[in-house]
C-alpha cells in the first residue's frame, strides 16, 4: 500500500529543526538538526549556514590583510592592489564620511533636479546615466549567436521592489511605503524641503508601478536565450518617438552599431508609452529615488542607516552591516579581480588545485560514459554533447592575468568616497561599451578567486572554481574521497550539468546558440525538463512557494550534479553514506522568512535545504545505502523519480 506520508522534500518542515528525524524520513533534517536548533543567525545578517560561514572565513581573512596593510604599508607585489588598499581605507574613514554629510552628491543632485522637461532629459541623457539610470540601458556582451564577437545589448530598467510579481503581493504597498519614508528622509537630509522630496517620491513610485506591468519577472530571465532578440538599428531607433535614442547612442558610440540585441522586446514595444513628455514628472522622481538609494552607502553613517529601512524589510537583517565589513565588500565590489588573486595566490595550495583538477577530469569522464549509455538520446546527440564536454574550459582558482580595466580604474585620496566610486563607475561603464569593436577575450574569469561559488557559462562552455569554494565541507585534502565527492563533486558536476540544462543545451561547444539536437531527442529532454520542473513547482519552504520553471536550470543541475557525484564516488571505492551526508551538511542554512520571500521571487536557484532531498530521493542509491522503503518519508516511487543526466 503506498504511504500516504511519502512526498517529494520528505516528511518534516526544512525550517525547523527536529532531532528525531531519520535519514529514511528527511536526509537534511536528519543531517543537520542538530546543528539546526542551536544556530543563531548574526543580527548583521540574513541568514547563517556552511556557506555563510566559509564567506566569513573569506572575508575576515581579506579584511586582516587590508587592515595589515593599511597599517604598515608593506603590501606584496600584486599590481593594483595599492589602489584597493587605498580605496579600503577611504571607505573606512567614517570620521571624514561623517564630517563630509551630503556634500559629496548635491552637486550631482541639484543637476537632476535642474532637469526640468523631457527636452532636457533628451539633452542631458548621458550625464544622468553616468549619475543615476534611465529607464532603459545597454551592456555589451559576446553575440550569443557567434560568441567571437561582441554585440549591443538593450534592456528594460529594474524596479524598486525585488520582482515584478511583487507588486502582486501583500505587503507590496507597506514595501512601498517604507521606501517612500526612506527616501523622503535621505532627500531632507541632503537639502530638500519635505513637501518637495515628497512630490518626486510619489511620483517616483507611480512610474515604478507602471515599469512593473511591463518589465521582465524573474522567471522570465530564467529563459536566457529568450533575451536573444536581434533588431535592425533602424528598427530599433523607429521604437523611440519621444526619446532621441539615435542622438543618446551617438554620444556614447562613435558609430551606430548595426543590430542591437533586445533582451525584453515587451518593453520596446511599449517603451514610447513609458518614456515620454507625458510621464516626464515620474520619470524624474523615480531618477532621483534611484540616486539617492544608490549613493547613501558611500555617504556619512547617518545617511547608511536612513537607507537601512527598505533592505531590512527586504531581509529581516536586525543590525546594519558594521563599517568595516562594509568598507570591504565596496572594495571588494570595485577591485575583485585583484583581491581575488590576492586570495588564491595566498590561500589555495598547489596541491589542492591539482587534486580538484583531477576530480574534474573525472568527472567529465563519468558525464561521457553516462551520455553513451543514455537510453533516450540517438547516437548522433549523443556524439555532438561529447564533443562540447570535451571543449569544456576550466578555471580553477584565480586568473593568470588581470583584466585590463584594473589598470585604468583610480584612486584619489584627496577626492570623497562618493567621487572616488562615480568617477570609477563611468571608466567601468566606458570601458565595457568600448569592447563593442574588439574581439572577445575567453580567458575572463566570470568570478573573482575569493569567491565562495561557482558557475558555467554557456557562452565560453567553460566552468569557474574560484579558490573561495576550494575549502571545508566542500572540499578538504583531508576529509574523505566520499565526503569530497558529496561536497565539491557534486558542485563540479552541477557545473558542467549547466551545460545541457534546459538552456545550457541550446548552446554548442564554441558556446553559440545552435540547435545540435535532433528534434526527437530534444522532445525527450522538454519531457524530462518538464517534470524537474513539476516536482519542484509548488514546494512549501517558510513563508513562500517554489516556481518550478523559475528554478528548473539550476534543479536540473543539482539532479545530474549529484547522480554524476555517486558514480564517480563508486568508481573510487567513495564511502556512500560520507558522500549523501555531506550534501546535506553542504546545503546547511538559516533563514530569516524576509530573506526567503526576497530569495524565492528573485533567485533562479531554490532555496539551500531544498536542494537536498529531491535529488537525493531521485537517486537509487540513495535507497540501497539506507535501506529506504515505501513506508518511509524519503520514498518516492520509481516512476516519480527524475532523471536527465
Known sequence: MKNLFAVRG????????????????????????????????????????????????????????????????????????????????????????????????????????????????????????????????????????????????????????????????????????????????????????????????????????????????????????????????????????????????????????????????????????????????????????????????????????????????????????????????????????????????????DEAKQDVINMIHSMIKIYESRIKKNDWLSEETKEKAIVKLKALVLKIGYPDKQEEIYDLLKIDPAKSLYENEKINGKIITEYNLAKLDKPVDRSVFLMPGNMNNACYDPQRNDITFPAGILQAPFYDLNQSRGANYGGIGATIAHEISHAFDNNGAKFDEFGNMKNWWKDSDFKEFEKRTKAAINIYDGLQYGPSKLNGKQVVAENIADLGGLTCAIQANKSEDGDMKELFKNYARSWAQKQRPEAIKTEIATDVHAPQPTRVNIPSQCQDEFYETFDVKETDGMWLDPDKRVTIW
Open 10 to 349: 520528505g516528511t518534516g518542515d526544512l525550517t525547523k529543526p527536529d532531532v528525531n528525524t531519520r535519514i529514511q524520513d528527511n536526509l537534511y533534517l536528519a543531517v543537520n538538526s542538530e546543528w539546526q536548533k542551536d544556530a543563531v543567525i548574526p543580527a548583521d545578517r540574513t541568514e547563517i549556514g556552511v556557506n555563510t560561514e566559509i564567506d566569513m572565513r573569506i572575508e575576515k581573512r581579506m579584511m586582516d590583510n587590508l587592515d595589515s596593510f593599511v597599517k604598515d604599508g608593506n603590501l606584496p607585489d600584486l599590481k593594483n592592489l595599492d589602489k584597493a588598499v587605498n580605496l579600503y581605507k577611504l571607505a573606512k574613514d567614517f570620521d571624514r564620511r561623517n564630517s563630509e554629510g551630503a556634500e559629496p552628491i548635491k552637486k550631482d543632485l541639484a543637476f537632476l533636479t535642474s532637469v526640468n522637461n523631457f527636452a532636457g532629459l533628451n539633452e542631458k541623457a548621458k550625464e544622468i546615466a553616468f549619475i543615476s539610470a534611465l529607464p532603459f540601458g545597454f551592456d555589451v556582451e559576446a553575440d550569443m549567436k557567434n560568441t567571437k564577437e561582441h554585440v549591443l545589448e538593450f534592456y528594460g530598467p529594474g524596479t524598486f521592489l525585488p520582482d515584478t510579481t511583487s507588486y502582486k503581493q501583500d505587503d507590496a504597498e507597506k514595501l512601498l511605503s517604507i521606501l517612500k519614508d526612506q527616501t523622503i528622509k535621505m532627500l531632507v537630509m541632503a537639502g530638500m524641503t519635505e513637501a518637495e522630496a515628497s512630490k518626486y517620491v510619489e511620483a517616483g513610485i507611480e512610474f515604478d508601478k507602471k515599469l512593473a506591468k511591463v518589465v521582465k519577472s524573474t522567471e522570465e530571465w530564467a529563459d536566457y536565450p529568450a533575451s536573444y532578440n536581434p533588431y535592425n538599428i533602424n528598427d530599433f531607433l523607429a521604437k523611440f518617438k519621444s526619446f532621441k535614442m539615435e542622438k543618446y547612442m551617438l554620444s556614447m558610440f562613435d558609430k551606430l552599431p548595426e543590430k542591437v540585441i533586445v533582451t525584453e522586446p515587451r518593453y520596446l514595444e511599449k517603451v514610447d508609452d513609458l518614456v515620454n513628455e507625458g510621464n516626464f514628472d515620474q520619470i524624474k522622481g523615480w531618477m532621483i529615488i534611484k540616486f539617492i538609494n544608490g549613493v547613501n552607502n558611500l555617504l556619512s553613517q547617518d545617511f547608511r542607516e536612513a537607507g537601512f529601512p527598505f533592505a531590512q524589510a527586504l531581509s529581516g537583517q536586525d543590525e546594519l552591516v558594521p563599517q568595516a565589513r562594509h568598507a570591504y565588500y565596496l572594495t571588494n565590489g570595485t577591485f575583485d579581480e585583484v583581491l581575488g588573486i590576492f586570495y588564491g595566490k595566498k590561500y589555495l595550495g
